[in-house]
């Protein structure tokens, strides 16, 4: 079992910046991925950017060049740092970890407005 605890939301003027937070605990020995998907107004749920446990990084196009995602070395915490952002980059952003092929948890999400 593994559980998700999102943080760093918040309200940012366009051309702002974040950093939002992933803690996982419990089982975190069989993460083998973690990603960050957001869902906006009226929109799915989509891949922002997901890190395996070797380091390997992988960006959804609208964020290529403004989002990085990190992981610490304890492997259970993975942060997203945002840049210069949209308005359309106003979404509750989730958290996941992927064991053996599998999602395994989801957490409750974290709110982030961009707004003048």
């Known amino acids: 079992q593994v559980q998700i605890v999102e943080s760093g939301g918040g309200l940012v003027q366009p051309g702002g910046s974040l950093r939002l937070s992933c803690a996982a605990s419990g089982r975190t020995s069989q993460i083998d991925c973690m990603a960050w998907y957001r869902q906006g107004p009226g929109k799915g749920r989509e891949l922002v950017a997901s890190i395996t446990i070797g380091g390997q990084t992988d960006y959804a196009d609208p964020v290529k060049g403004r989002f990085i995602i990190s992981r610490d070395s304890g492997k259970d915490t993975v942060n997203l740092q945002m840049n210069s952002l949209k308005p359309e980059d106003k979404a509750v952003y989730y958290c996941?970890?992927?064991?053996?092929?599998?999602?395994?948890?989801w957490g409750q999400g974290t709110q982030v407005t961009v707004s003048s």
């Open positions: 996941n970890t992927v064991s053996y092929g599998a999602v395994t948890a």
